[in-house]
């Protein structure tokens, strides 16, 4: 019997990159997409299995679930991976757009685990691995919203390892810096007339990430995912790319009031080409990061 993954959104980026590692290793996959257009894109993978599934409707993922376990009979892994950033202002970010990205990143992923977790207990075993981000250890401006959403995901992720270890199920949180995924290229962005207020300084925020050449590919957090399934350290966080190392370690070296004052700087000041450069060393990728072009939102 092959060994078998689930992995929520798989159309690009880290999902698709988690699927391609794990398929060609031989293991069953089953792969989750939001859209119907994209249901054949692995059909040069026969092991995989592709599913429609929108994480933010609760029946629909209860019934892929069970699609998937009468499908394949088990599933040893599950990856959470869906998911999307809203970025700009707090201000002008809608309640509607906040509840949006809570939807799909946090209360979509809780969806998830709650109708795998009966299977999983069954089973008496599993590994479950929650996709975060760096954002969830540290809040960067304009993306709080996000950085509030995958803190969240952080959190639920360390509690449910000591909660489901009676039942022999693993829970792993994974913990991604920028890498070249679309992330910059489908963020929903708040709006209104307060955003012009924060124009100027949203503008270098992007500056400095647009002005970056090369990051880590996406496979790099694929192959960190392989690392945490078959990892049985009792470890359950994984910190993926040299830029989110980076930063934890001077985050926690930097007195607070220093470590603000960085960042704002960085808000008021355009990034110089020095400060790029020196960005560029430190992420040392190979891939190149898609940037929206017009960071005005709204």
Known sequence: MLNTIFITGTASGFGRATVERFARAGWAVAATVRHEKHRHIFDALPQVRVYVVDVTDHQRVHAAVKEVWSDFGHVDVVVNNAGFAHYGPLEASSPEQIR??????????????????????????????????????????????????????????????????????????????THAT???????????????????????????????????????????????????????????????????????????????????????RAPSKGQLRLLSRIMAGTDELEVRADPEPG
Not at 151 to 177: C, D, H, N, R, Y
Request: glycine share 10%.
């Open 182 to 268: 679309q992330i910059f290229t489908k963020m929903d962005a708040g709006g209104g007339e307060a955003a012009h207020e924060y124009r100027p300084y949203l503008r270098h925020f992007i500056a400095a990430q647009s002005g970056i050449s090369q990051v880590s590919s996406p496979n790099n957090v694929a192959d960190l995912i392989w690392q945490a399934v078959h990892d049985r350290s009792g470890r359950y966080e994984y910190v993926a790319g040299r830029d989110a190392t980076f930063l934890i370690a001077l985050k926690r070296l930097l007195p607070q009031g220093l470590w603000k004052a960085v960042q704002v700087r960085g808000l008021v």
């Open 100 to 177: 949006a990205q809570f939807d799909t990143n946090f209360f979509g992923l809780v969806t998830v685990c709650q109708a795998f977790l009966p299977f999983l207990r069954l089973q008496g075993s599993g590994t479950i691995v929650n996709v975060a981000s760096l954002s969830a250890k540290m809040g960067f401006p304009f993306f709080t919203i996000y950085s509030a959403s995958k803190a969240a995901v952080a959190a639920l992720s360390e509690g449910l390892t000591v909660e489901l270890a009676p039942f022999g199920i693993q829970v792993k949180g994974v913990f991604p810096g």
